[in-house]
C-alpha cells in the first residue's frame, strides 16, 4: 500500500461521519468559487448523505455542480430504484443544490464535454462493487473508457436483485456510467468500503499497489492516481497487509 492514501474507520459511522465533513466542505468552498462534486449512490454511501444533509441543510449551494456516477436505463426517474431517486431521497429534496445543476449520464449527451466545460470534477465519491467495478465499469473496461452505455455482469444484476424484487431477470441489464478516464480525471477521488463483504475486494485491489491498470480489476485505475482516497471500515480493512 506504499505511496496510497488509505484510511481506516472503527465502524461505517465514523467514516460516513469523516467523509461527510470533507465533502461538506469542499462543496461549501469559499461559497462563490463554482465547485464541481462527483457523487455515487449504492449501499455504501447512504450514511454519508445523512451527515451530509445535516451539515449542508439550509446552506447556500448556489455555486455547486454534481454530476453522477451512473444511472440505470429504462427507468423512470420516479422509479424507486432508480439513481435520480436516490439521490433526491437521499441528499437532493434536504440540500440546495439548484436543480438546473444536478446531472445524470443519459445516452446520447456527451458528459464528459459537459463535466470538461463546467471546469472538471473537484471530488468523485465511489463505492466499489465485490468483482472490482467503479461505476458500472464491470472487469474488462479499458483504461481509457468514457462516458457510456454497458451492459451489467451476471454478478452486478445478481447482487442488485435484491432490489429489484429478488429477482436478476428483472433487474435492468443496461446503464450508462462515467468511463474509466472520466472517473480518474477527476481531480480527487474517495473510494468507500464498508463491511466484511469489500474485505477480499479492498486486499486484491491495495496490494497491487505500484503496479498498472488491469482491466479485470477497473478499480486499479484508482493506484496510478495521484489524487485517490480509500476509505474503509475496519471490517473492509481487515485482510489488508499490516
Ligand atoms: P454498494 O455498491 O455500495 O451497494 O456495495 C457499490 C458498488 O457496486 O459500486
Do not use: C, W
Request: no cysteine.
Amino acid at each position: 500500500m506504499k505511496g496510497l492514501s488509505v484510511h481506516v474507520y472503527e465502524d461505517s459511522e465514523a467514516l460516513a461521519a469523516a467523509v461527510a465533513a470533507e465533502v461538506a466542505r469542499v462543496m461549501l468552498g469559499d461559497g462563490k468559487t463554482r465547485v464541481n462534486v462527483g457523487l455515487a449512490t449504492g449501499s455504501t454511501p447512504i450514511p454519508v448523505y445523512r451527515h451530509l444533509v445535516q451539515l449542508l441543510r439550509g446552506k447556500d449551494l448556489s455555486h455547486v455542480s454534481s454530476f453522477n456516477l451512473d444511472e440505470y436505463e429504462g427507468l423512470e426517474a420516479s422509479h424507486p430504484e432508480s439513481y435520480r431517486h436516490y439521490m433526491q431521497e437521499h441528499l437532493f429534496a434536504h440540500v440546495a443544490v439548484p436543480p438546473g445543476n444536478i446531472f445524470f449520464p443519459e445516452a446520447g449527451r456527451d458528459y464528459d464535454a459537459l463535466i470538461a466545460e463546467r471546469g472538471g470534477l473537484d471530488l468523485q465519491l465511489l463505492g466499489i462493487g465485490t468483482n472490482g467495478h467503479i461505476g458500472f465499469n464491470e472487469p474488462g473496461s479499458a483504461r481509457d473508457s468514457r462516458t457510456r452505455r454497458v451492459e451489467l455482469s451476471a454478478a452486478t444484476r445478481a447482487a442488485n436483485a435484491r432490489f429489484f424484487g429478488g429477482s436478476a431477470e428483472a433487474t435492468p441489464s443496461h446503464a450508462v456510467t462515467m468511463g474509466v478516464a472520466t472517473i480518474a480525471g477527476a481531480r480527487r477521488t474517495l473510494l468507500l468500503a464498508t463491511g466484511a463483504g469489500k474485505a477480499e475486494i479492498m486486499a486484491a485491489l491495495l496490494q497491487r499497489a505500484g503496479r498498472e491498470y488491469d482491466p479485470a480489476l477497473p478499480a486499479t485505475a484508482l493506484l496510478q492516481h495521484a489524487g485517490a482516497e480509500f476509505h474503509l471500515d475496519r471490517a473492509a480493512a481487515a485482510r489488508l497487509d499490516k
